[in-house]
């Protein structure tokens, strides 16, 4: 254990903080108009959009199917390795798998992603690297690129997974905003908890 001052210790953690945030500011310059077919698709999408993604990129995935879900889509997590033994029979034609992976390599998940291509599901590939194999398979590409020094030794995706977060808020808000889902809507789905009280009592 390296011995470091409170101060210096005080410094790393906000040296932190300011690093990921320019890192999430630095996403919306990165949008183009590549966004809006992918929300379009997503919009029109007569079945369910089932959303995966390996290690980091699981937890980027299960917290993007449940904020689908909350904006009016329905959405949920499927597990890609499961999806080779026998999971992905609940992928249909009527789909959207939206996958996210960094750099598109990912052996299982593309092996996932080539089965439910053959069921007809219609592919989103969330990836930093357009020319990847990932990217190849599917029918639409979201490019998201981290900084590289963004992440303890470029690889523990700590500030990635929020510059990742960052974009699949910007295509869930747009769901929302373009499904004209209402806070109505919304209360029908999320009567639990202290949500659900603020949004009883709101209610005339």
């Not at 999430?24 to 929300?39: E, G, K, T």
């Not at 996210?100 to 996932?112: D, H, L, P, R, Y």
Request: net charge positive; charged share 20%.
């Amino acid at each position: 254990m390296q011995k470091r001052s409170r101060t210096e210790i005080l410094a790393i953690a906000r040296s932190l903080i300011d690093r990921e945030s320019r890192a999430v500011a630095a996403v919306a310059p990165q949008l183009d108009a590549s966004i809006a077919p992918i929300a379009e698709a997503m919009l029109a999408c007569e079945g369910h959009i089932l959303v995966t993604g390996a290690g980091t990129s699981r937890a980027v995935a299960q917290r993007m199917a449940h904020l689908l879900a909350c904006c009016g889509r329905p959405a949920l997590f499927i597990n890609a390795g499961d999806g080779l033994h026998g999971g992905s029979g609940a992928v249909t034609a009527r789909d959207i798998v939206y996958i996210i992976s960094k750099g598109g390599q990912s052996a299982e998940v593309n092996q996932f992603a080539h089965i439910v291509k053959g069921r007809g599901a219609r592919i989103v590939a969330h990836t930093e690297n357009p020319d990847s194999a990932l990217a190849r398979l599917s029918d639409f590409v979201f490019v998201v690129k981290a900084p590289p020094d963004v992440d303890p030794y470029g690889m523990i995706a700590t500030g990635s997974s929020l510059v990742n977060s960052a974009a699949c808020d910007a295509l869930c808000v747009l769901v929302l905003t373009l499904g004209g889902y209402t806070k109505d809507e919304f209360g029908k789905t999320h009567p639990g908890g202290a949500v659900g009280k603020k949004l009883a009592s709101d209610r005339p």
